[in-house]
């Protein structure tokens, strides 16, 4: 079992609270359940918690200090349902954030992870002779035994 860590910093730990709030007040007056988590948000955090640096001007949101290209994926689905580029990493973090239970998991696969597999190869091939430049994914038929890095909590909401 992965011991859990706090998210501590502040910024990230109010703005998670306040978009939880949001989230629970579309549900309750049924404007969706649906919910994206805004992806500055979540790649900032990733970059923080891991030493990444920002990538300008690259189709990749970090590199390491190794200089692997790194793209950032978070999702409220367990699945990892999303849509990534075509472009070529070295690795993926997926952050998947337990609204209930206010933790984030984080993965890291990587880019051979997703080759030759086939549902990443089946969409690849039909979404390249369509032109598109993205994919959609399940991030999770992709992962092996030993991609879980970390398990974060959000540190509790500060009373006001």
Same mark, same amino acid.
């Given at each position: 079992?992965?011991?859990?860590?706090?998210?501590?910093?502040?910024?990230?730990?109010?703005?998670?609270?306040?978009?939880?709030?949001?989230?629970?007040?579309?549900?309750?007056?049924?404007?969706?359940?649906?919910?994206?988590?805004?992806?500055?948000?979540?790649?900032?955090?990733?970059?923080?918690?891991?030493?990444?640096?920002?990538?300008?001007?690259?189709?990749?949101?970090?590199?390491?200090?190794?200089?692997?290209?790194?793209?950032?994926?978070?999702?409220?689905?367990?699945?990892?349902?999303?849509?990534?580029?075509?472009?070529?990493?070295?690795?993926?973090?997926?952050?998947?954030?337990? *609204? #209930?239970?206010?933790?984030?998991?984080?993965?890291? !696969?990587?880019?051979?992870? =997703?080759?030759? &597999? @086939?549902?990443?190869?089946?969409?690849?091939?039909?979404?390249?002779?369509?032109?598109?430049?993205?994919?959609?994914?399940? *991030? #999770?038929?992709?992962?092996?035994?030993?991609?879980? !890095?970390?398990?974060?909590? =959000?540190?509790? &909401? @500060?009373?006001?």
């Amino acid at each position: 079992m992965t011991n859990i860590k706090h998210i501590k910093k502040q910024d990230f730990c109010e703005f998670y609270w306040k978009l939880k709030e949001l989230k629970g007040l579309a549900q309750k007056y049924k404007f969706g359940n649906g919910f994206k988590l805004p992806s500055p948000f979540t790649e900032k955090l990733c970059r923080y918690l891991y030493g990444l640096s920002e990538k300008k001007g690259s189709p990749f949101d970090a590199i390491d200090d190794l200089k692997n290209n790194i793209e950032i994926k978070a999702t409220v689905s367990k699945y990892g349902t999303t849509s990534m580029s075509r472009e070529k990493f070295d690795f993926l973090y997926w952050m998947y954030f337990d *609204l #209930n239970s206010d933790l984030v998991s984080i993965y890291r !696969i990587s880019w051979d992870d =997703f080759i030759g &597999k @086939e549902p990443y190869e089946k969409n690849f091939n039909l979404n390249k002779e369509e032109g598109k430049k993205r994919i959609n994914v399940r *991030l #999770n038929q992709y992962m092996g035994e030993n991609e879980l !890095i970390d398990i974060y909590k =959000f540190n509790q &909401k @500060e009373s006001n």
